[in-house]
């Protein structure tokens, strides 16, 4: 589906002889694959930049065997299957060269939003794509490092995207990619036996709480789990911390749920007496306990860079993030998806209004 969503997003352009398709100094905001036509890429100032490969022919987009020649100092004219600025769709960046037609010619163009608008229903399309952008932006400025002039953005070298294609074909690499977006599945029996222990009050050492919590629910895992994969370990603390002391919370643990408070913070009884009230009045169920420590366990995840610019501009919110995931791919949420559905209805209601309505920005 992303594939097709990717095919259906090219635009079609068709240009007259000498049309101007971008110029030298101006933002690059597409992808250019050229179909036919004859094309001139040329920069206003001479040694403003140059090609790679010396003095050699360059070929266009990465491939080679183009029908491409050289001309005066620093441009170049092809013709056919060509593809320019791809760093568009991963970097805010400047041509360094214009481009023009030489004669009728027509190209696709492709936005980094609408790339990411395609990937944004697969989670493992993104981790692709987010891989792929890193791995490229690594070797651009790698690059950079060898080479004294400008690096020209609009023309990369012969072969660089398949160099890079090859780094992530490693088999290392592909299962680094294939598990960054999963998670260990959540045993629905553990589960219950972990809010059974919490309501009876029988655990409340927080590292034994914090080790229980990790094997219990999937995406928390040391070793596996998705804030692993996706570099968020300060994110599952924070899910951690916050469980934990939901836990204290209900257990009336104050004096655990206080330990890590200076002084000068720390929650007065008064205070604590009144969320005590609050806690006997919701009366929670074990399943509401449940719901509750998944809610807190998965919400990191919405704050992933890579899954938060995979959305479309006016849905890159934490929650937006959480909901996708859990619409169309909850078994990337697998403590989510050990909910019962009843549970899972008031979750992704909850999740609603927390994208509407910041509780915490009201205290």
């Not at 104050?254 to 009884?269: A, G, L, P, V």
């Not at 919701?282 to 399943?287: P, Q």
């Not at 995840?301 to 479309?312: C, N, T």
């Amino acid at each position: 589906d992303a594939y097709m969503s990717i095919c259906e997003a090219f635009e079609s352009n068709i240009y007259a002889e000498s049309d101007m398709i971008f110029r030298e100094g101006t933002l690059a905001e597409h992808l250019y694959i050229t179909i036919q036509g004859d094309f001139i890429l040329e920069a206003a100032i001479p040694g403003r930049s140059r090609f790679f490969g010396g003095n050699s022919s360059p070929s266009v987009g990465g491939l080679s065997g183009l029908n491409t020649k050289t001309a005066p100092w620093g441009c170049v004219t092809f013709s056919g299957l060509n593809w320019l600025c791809e760093i568009s769709l991963f970097a805010s960046v400047v041509h360094r060269k214009s481009l023009r037609s030489t004669r009728f010619a027509d190209a696709l163009t492709l936005t980094g939003d609408q790339l990411a608008v395609c990937v944004s229903v697969s989670p493992k399309c993104i981790a692709k794509v987010y891989h792929y952008a890193a791995e490229f932006l690594r070797g651009l400025r790698a690059l950079q490092a060898d080479e004294d002039d400008l690096i020209d953005y609009d023309l990369l070298p012969d072969g660089f995207a398949k160099e890079i294609c090859e780094k992530l074909d490693d088999s290392k690499n592909n299962h680094h990619y294939t598990r960054v977006l999963n998670s260990p599945p959540t045993d629905k029996l553990k589960v219950s036996e972990l809010v059974d222990m919490v309501m009876n009050k029988s655990i409340t050492d927080p590292d034994e709480l914090a080790s229980i919590l990790a094997n219990t629910f999937g995406e928390l895992n040391s070793d596996d789990g998705i804030y692993f994969g996706m570099n968020l370990e300060a994110e599952r603390n924070r899910s951690l911390s916050a469980m934990i002391s939901v836990i204290y919370l209900l257990q009336g643990e104050y004096d655990r749920f206080t330990e890590m408070q200076s002084e000068k913070n720390k929650m007065s009884r008064r205070l604590w007496g009144q969320m005590q009230q609050f806690v006997g009045w919701v009366a929670m169920t074990k399943e509401m306990v449940h719901s509750m420590l998944v809610f807190l366990a998965i919400r990191g995840i919405g704050k992933s860079p890579a899954l938060l610019q995979a959305m479309q501009r006016d849905c890159r919110t934490p929650e937006d993030v959480l909901v996708m995931l859990m619409e169309q791919t909850s078994s990337k949420v697998p403590s989510f998806e050990a909910l019962e559905r009843p549970e899972r209805q008031q979750l992704q209601e909850a999740i609603e209004i927390h994208r509407a309505f910041n509780f915490a920005q009201l205290l």
